[in-house]
């Protein structure tokens, strides 16, 4: 069964930092993509963050280039999500994705995504 747990959520000041990770179980991340998404109630759920596993590239979305890392811990089956600079537009609940198709493209739209976490929720106040 396949499980993604996110983890590292959390308030913090503008200007601050934290680290999201999200922990695959049930499959290896070999030849997937896995993203970040996020969502704020009422709004459409919109695309942060994207590792392909089959390359390495990555894909940011503009509103978080330059502030937003997304990597890869192969040994742990984990992808992280550091997240710097964080200004109160980033509040949202964050989750972590990947298809069941392999080799999908990052920067897709949220309904490519077939397994998905529960969510962390991440408040950016002061």
């Avoid at 070999?30 to 963050?49: C, H, L, N, T």
């Avoid at 192969?74 to 392999?102: F, G």
């Amino acid at each position: 069964q396949v499980q993604l747990v996110e983890s590292g959520g959390g308030k913090v000041q503008p200007g601050g930092s934290l680290r999201l990770s999200c922990a695959v179980s049930g499959f290896t991340l070999d030849y997937y993509a896995i993203a970040w998404f996020r969502q704020v109630p009422g709004k459409e759920r919109e695309g942060v963050s994207c590792f392909n596993t089959y390359d390495g590239s990555t894909y940011y979305a503009d509103s978080v280039k330059g502030r937003f890392t997304i990597s890869r811990d192969k040994a742990k089956n984990t992808v992280y999500l550091q997240m710097d600079s964080l200004k109160p537009e980033d509040t949202a609940v964050y989750y972590c994705a990947t298809p069941h198709v392999m080799l999908l493209p990052c920067g897709g739209p949220d309904y490519d995504y077939d397994y998905w976490g529960q969510g962390t929720q991440v408040t950016v106040s002061s």
